[in-house]
C-alpha cells in the first residue's frame, strides 16, 4: 500500500476511503492508482481535505470524481473539502504498480517510458504490447484514441484493438 | 496593473477558447473516425487549458464572473486571440495547416511561460506543455503525411501554407500591455520565439516537400480585438445559447 501514497501527503486512516473511489473512466484502478490524489489529511474529528490533481487539463472525468470523493466520504461520516491542484502536474509516473497491472489486464497498455513512447507514436517502432495476445507485432492506428489521454493501438497478430496510456512526463 | 494582467491572461486563453471551437466544430465532420476524434480530442484539451486560465483571470478581475461570463459573454471586439486561430475549417489541409502553425508557437511559447514568476501562469504553462507536446506531433505529422503524399494533398496543404502563412507574424507582435507584462517577469519576450519558430516550422515543411512562402506581407489586428469576419460567425454560434436563454446553465 505504500506505494500508492508515494510522492503524495496522505493519512493512513484516509487511505481505505479513497480507496474505494474508481476512476470513471478506466473503474479498475481507483483514484489512489492513478496518482492524481495529492493530499489527504484529516484537519479536525470528522473533517478532511483533499487535493486533487487532473490528469488532463480538459479531463472530463475530474468533476465525477470530486463528486464520487465527497461520496465516499460522507459514506465515511467525514466532511471534506476537496481542492484542484495545478502544480506539480500530473504524470504518468505517478499510476502505482498496482494501477498498471490493472490496466494492462483491462486491455489499456500501460504506459512506456518517454523515448519508448515517442518512438512507439512518432516512429511506428513496434513496441507496444498487446494487451489481449502479448504480441509486439502492433500498429498505431491514432495517435489519440477513446480519450485524450490514450492512444488507440491494432494488434496484428490477434488484430485485437486497444488502448495505449500516453506517457506524460 | 490587475487590468493589464487580466488582458495579457485573455490574450493567452482566447487562443486556446476560439481555435478549441474550430476544432470541435469537426465532431462528427472528421475525415475519418480516428482524425475526428484526434481534432476534438485536441479542442478538450484546450478548453480544459482554457478553464484555468478564465478560472485565474476571473479571480484576478475580482468582479465575481465565472469562467463561462467570461468564455461567453463579451462582444468580438473584446476577444485577444490571434487571427490564424479564427480561420475557418476550409478543408483538413486547412484545419492541419492551422493547427500546425499554430502548435509550434504554442509550444514555444509555453517553454517560456513556464520562467513566469506569476505562479499560477507557470502552473497552467507546466500542466498545458505536455498536452500540447502531443498535438505538436500530431499535426507535423500530418502536414509531412499530406504533403509528401499524392499530388492532390500535396497542392492542397502547399494552398493552406501559402493562404494561412500571412496570420503567422501576428503571434510575435507584442501590445503595450504585453511588454508591461514582459517587463516585469509575468510575460513572455515572444519577439525572441520568432527565428526559432520560423526555422522550425521550415524544417517541418521542407520536409513535407512544401515550399516556405517569401511573402513578407502579414495581417494583424486580433490581440487588439480587430478581427476577421470569421469571428463574429463562430462567436454566434459559440454564444448563441448563452443570447438566447441569458444566465442559463448546464
Not at chain 2, 21 to 31: A, F, I, T, V
Not at chain 2, 48 to 68: H, L, P, W
Not at chain 2, 105 to 133: M, P, W
Request: hydrophobic content about 40%; overall charge negative; glycine content about 6%.
Amino acid at each position: 500500500m505504500d506505494e500508492l501514497i508515494e510522492h503524495a501527503e496522505i493519512d493512513g486512516e484516509l487511505i481505505p476511503i479513497l480507496d474505494e473511489v474508481a476512476d470513471p473512466e478506466i473503474p479498475v484502478l481507483t483514484v489512489l492508482d492513478m496518482g492524481v490524489i495529492r493530499y489527504a489529511k484529516i484537519i479536525k474529528t470528522r473533517e478532511a481535505i483533499v487535493k486533487l490533481t487532473p490528469t488532463y487539463s480538459g479531463c472530463p472525468a475530474m468533476d465525477v470524481i470530486a463528486d464520487d470523493i465527497t461520496d465516499a466520504f460522507t459514506k465515511a461520516g467525514f466532511k471534506v473539502s476537496i481542492e484542484l491542484l495545478l502544480a506539480p502536474a500530473w504524470s504518468t509516473d505517478w499510476i502505482s504498480e498496482r494501477g498498471r497491472n490493472a490496466m494492462e489486464a483491462y486491455g489499456i497498455a500501460a504506459p512506456l517510458n518517454p523515448i519508448a513512447d515517442k518512438a512507439a507514436l512518432l516512429d511506428g517502432e513496434k513496441i507496444v504490447k498487446c494487451t489481449l495476445c502479448g504480441s509486439i507485432n502492433t500498429k498505431l492506428v491514432s495517435q489519440f484514441g477513446s480519450t485524450a489521454c490514450k492512444a488507440l493501438f491494432k494488434c496484428e497478430d490477434c488484430l485485437e484493438p486497444f488502448d495505449y496510456f500516453k506517457c506524460l512526463k | 496593473m490587475n487590468n493589464i494582467l487580466y488582458k495579457y491572461i485573455l490574450g493567452i486563453a482566447d487562443n486556446c477558447l476560439i481555435l478549441g471551437q474550430r476544432l470541435g466544430e469537426l465532431c462528427g465532420h472528421g475525415p475519418s473516425l480516428e482524425t475526428d476524434i484526434a481534432c476534438t480530442n485536441i479542442s478538450l484539451d484546450l478548453f480544459g487549458q482554457v478553464r484555468s486560465y478564465y478560472q485565474y483571470a476571473s479571480q484576478i478581475q475580482g468582479e465575481g464572473k465565472s469562467e463561462d461570463d467570461i468564455a461567453m459573454l463579451r462582444p468580438e471586439r473584446e476577444y485577444l486571440n490571434v487571427l490564424l486561430v479564427e480561420q475557418p475549417n476550409t478543408d483538413f489541409a486547412y484545419v492541419m495547416t492551422r493547427q500546425f502553425l499554430f502548435d509550434m508557437y504554442h509550444y514555444l511559447f509555453l517553454q517560456k511561460l513556464q520562467e513566469s514568476n506569476d505562479n499560477t501562469l507557470e502552473a497552467i504553462a507546466k500542466k498545458s506543455i505536455k498536452e500540447v507536446s502531443y498535438h505538436l506531433r500530431f499535426s507535423s505529422d500530418w502536414i509531412k503525411r499530406l504533403g509528401d503524399g499524392t499530388q492532390e494533398s500535396h497542392d492542397r496543404i502547399q494552398l493552406a501554407v501559402n493562404d494561412l502563412w500571412v496570420y503567422t507574424d501576428e503571434l510575435f507582435h507584442q501590445t503595450e500591455d504585453d511588454k508591461v507584462m514582459v517587463s516585469n517577469g509575468v510575460g513572455v519576450d515572444t519577439s525572441v520565439l520568432k527565428d526559432n519558430y520560423y526555422n522550425s516550422v521550415s524544417e517541418v515543411l521542407i520536409s513535407a516537400t512544401i515550399e516556405v512562402p517569401e511573402s513578407k506581407y502579414f495581417q494583424k489586428g486580433g490581440k487588439l480585438g480587430i478581427h476577421t469576419e470569421h469571428l463574429g460567425f463562430l462567436l454566434s454560434d459559440m454564444q448563441y445559447m448563452q443570447r438566447a436563454y441569458p444566465n442559463m446553465s448546464w
